[in-house]
């Protein structure tokens, strides 16, 4: 079994955070990205998870409705993604 890495993992998720805020990723690769990366992290505390699972469901929507049908801000909730992923880097290493 391979050991996860969490600054592999926070670099990808930066970068996907980067394309989706530039068009370039669709809401539902972004949701599919981050849930993947909290299942691989080793330690994520289940508060983590459920405060991501919050934080992807306007995307959620967006994927089902499109962009244009959902009320949330894209570069708000970009910043809430990034700050997840900054306390998360924060979290001891197992």
Known sequence: M???DPTRTV???RTTLDQWSSGVLE???????????????NGLPERYESVL???LQP????AMLGDEGCGFS???LALALE???EHAERLPRH
């Open 2 to 4: 391979m050991l996860h």
């Open 27 to 41: 809401p539902d690769v972004v949701c599919a990205r981050f849930r993947l990366a909290a299942l691989e992290w």
């Open 11 to 13: 670099h990808r998720l």
């Open 53 to 55: 699972e919050r934080l």
């Open 59 to 62: 995307l959620d929507t967006a």
């Open 74 to 76: 894209r570069p708000d």
């Open 83 to 85: 700050q997840w992923l």
